[in-house]
């Protein structure tokens, strides 16, 4: 791989998969140029911070840059060029065409290798009022920064947040750690969307418990300016009125620029990619938010956007443009949060998700405690498991509890990787200790509850 002499690899995108390729490519191929184009100002850092940076007024929003585009350039020899924007790709004479911000002017710039990594970005809704002063979304971090900012300088009393996601619920925790009162509104019957009933409902008991409101199956119509000049939410269900309002109803691929340019889009919406990173055309190849991955339980192409997939794929993308020959081996869509006090965690399919692939399957809930018995603290653990009548094959795992979900989740992930069976999974040697774990822990009660609930489905 080292042998090939100027050989210019460019980038789009400058965040987790865009700088993971980057990085790669460079430290496979040091005498490659590698050159990055992204957007915005910044590069290289952890979004998935900004709900708990929020809460420390003390903290900058910056803290959460990884990597600078000065360090990027003197250290790791790339060339990084923020603030601009690719307008389009040609891949028949492998071309990018750009334009720095500020300027009207736009550039070419050749390329050998292309890798796309232009993420996404949150779902606008089409009722009026999104664009409205005091109505945000969150993605990138000058969004975090904006809504930082507003909170302090506008003294923001209460947030009503539309959309009750992963993101909706963090960002409930960090503004109530600010003192702020807080809504929010979801169209479905439950928060934390993909998770079942029971884990569901320890949400939404949490978020009660820590006194924020809440509206199901409600529908959000219109955002309106209030005489007092603050914003107005209303809804099939009636107002609700606050100083700010965050949208988190979900994210879309930024797949346009790779659609324009005759590259494929998959089933899922976003850029179709082989287990290499690959697009169908030559010498291009896409990675993370913006790029499908193929499910280990299904074996099919899915769309789960997390950072973890992100790097992963930018990496082996980074590797393979410049000569190598790994291959992605796929995801479990393995993700875990915290709502206030307590921890969700889920990987692999849902009852409904197995469904909807075509597999026969049900669902098995116990709840066990978390550490040893007489040991102090502690708490309990629920966890569902999604196993294949038949087989007896685990599909999936959701936990939901006051400790220990994030960390048992990674078992279960590992287990789905392997094809592992509940009746296997209850044999798992695991460890024993009073302050971590039962003598049987949660994960094998879980496993031998379902393993007879399977015996009552045949």
Do not use: W
């Not at 790709?89 to 550039?107: H, L, Q």
């Not at 774990?437 to 496993?447: F, G, N, Q």
């Amino acid at each position: 791989m080292g042998n090939e002499a100027n050989l210019r690899v460019v980038v789009i995108g400058g965040v987790a998969a865009g700088m993971s390729a980057a990085s790669q490519a460079k430290r496979r191929m040091p005498g490659a140029e590698v050159i990055v184009i992204e957007r915005g100002p910044f590069i290289s850092y952890g979004a998935c911070g900004m709900p708990y940076n929020l809460e420390d007024p003390s903290r900058e929003m910056e803290d959460l840059v990884v990597l600078t585009p000065e360090v990027a350039r003197k250290k790791r020899g790339i060339d990084v060029r923020t603030k601009s924007e690719v307008l389009a790709i040609d891949t028949e004479r492998k071309r990018v065409r750009y334009r720095e911000d500020g300027s009207e002017v736009e550039e070419e710039l050749h390329y050998d290798r292309l890798i796309i990594a232009t993420g996404a970005r949150p779902v606008v809704p089409p009722f009026p009022g999104t664009d409205l002063p005091g109505v945000f979304l969150l993605r990138e971090l000058d969004d975090g920064i904006a809504i930082k900012r507003f909170v302090a300088e506008k003294n923001v009393k209460k947030a009503i947040i539309v959309g009750g996601g992963y993101i909706g619920l963090e960002m409930a925790d960090g503004l109530r750690g600010r003192g702020v009162e807080v809504h929010i509104i979801e169209m479905r019957d439950r928060v934390a969307a993909g998770f079942s009933a029971k884990p569901a409902e320890l949400a939404a008991e949490e978020l009660e418990r820590h006194g924020v409101g809440l509206s199901l199956e409600t529908r959000v119509e219109a955002i309106e300016s209030s005489a007092d000049h603050r914003l107005r939410v209303k809804t099939d269900k009636g107002d609700f009125e606050g100083d700010m309002v965050l949208l988190s109803i979900g994210i879309r691929p930024n797949r346009e620029l790779a659609e324009a340019a005759g590259i494929a889009i998959g089933e899922t919406g976003a850029i179709a990619v082989d287990e290499m990173q690959r697009t169908n055309i030559q010498d291009v190849f896409a990675a993370g938010d913006c790029a499908e991955a193929r499910h280990r339980v299904t074996n099919a192409p899915t769309y789960i956007p997390l950072g973890p997939t992100a790097n992963k794929q930018g990496k082996i993308a980074g590797a393979n443009a410049v000569g190598a020959g790994e291959r992605f081996a796929g995801i479990v869509g393995t993700a875990a949060f915290k709502v206030f006090d307590i921890e969700l965690a889920r990987t692999g399919l849902s009852l409904e998700e197995a469904e909807r692939a075509g597999l026969s399957a049900f669902e098995s809930s116990s709840e066990h405690g978390t550490r040893g018995h007489g040991y102090p603290g502690g708490g309990r653990l629920h966890t569902t498991l999604i196993v294949e009548r038949g087989t007896g094959r685990l599909l999936g795992a959701q936990l939901a509890g006051d400790e220990g979900a994030a960390g048992r989740v990674n078992v279960y992930a590992a287990a789905l990787a392997s094809g592992a069976t509940v009746g296997e999974i209850a044999s798992y040697d695991l460890a024993y200790a009073p302050p971590f774990a039962p003598v049987y822990d949660p994960i094998l009660i879980a496993a031998t509850v379902a393993q007879k609930d399977l015996a009552r489905q045949r």
